[in-house]
């Protein structure tokens, strides 16, 4: 069993940056590829990244790429985003998704685990 807790987001400007976290419980965080999804009001969840299970492979929606990092710290149990030159299209609550296997998915059905999301709004 693996729990997952967001934090960092926020509410930001246009053109700002923000660093959602998410710290996951369990000694086995290693073992799971993560993910980080978006759900703006009245759309389904979307993925935007992914980070194998070593950190050395990651994958991002195409909209958010050269803007977005995600990261992880296997000694901390945590995986990052780093979000900069963020538009009112990022407007979502952002969830962060475990899946066992070594490699991440951009596919909602692929992951084992959820947390409970957080709010990121940008104003235009």
């Known amino acids: 069993q693996v729990q997952l807790v967001e934090s960092g987001g926020g509410l930001v400007q246009a053109g700002g940056s923000l660093r959602p976290s998410c710290a996951a419980s369990?000694?086995?965080?290693?073992?799971?590829?993560m993910g980080w999804f978006r759900q703006a009001p009245g759309k389904e969840r979307e993925f935007v990244a992914a980070?194998?299970?070593?950190?050395?492979?990651?994958t991002y929606k195409n909209a958010v790429k050269g803007r977005f990092t995600i990261s992880r710290d296997n000694a901390k149990n945590t995986v990052y985003l780093q979000m900069n030159s963020l538009n009112p299209e990022d407007t979502a609550i952002y969830y962060c998704?475990?899946?066992?296997?070594?490699?991440?998915?951009?596919?909602?059905?692929?992951?084992?685990?959820w947390g409970q999301g957080t709010q990121v709004t940008v104003s235009s």
């Open positions: 998704a475990a899946k066992r296997g070594p490699y991440g998915s951009t596919y909602v059905r692929d992951y084992d685990y």
């Open positions: 980070i194998s299970w070593s950190g050395s492979s990651t």
């Open positions: 369990g000694r086995t965080f290693s073992s799971y590829a």
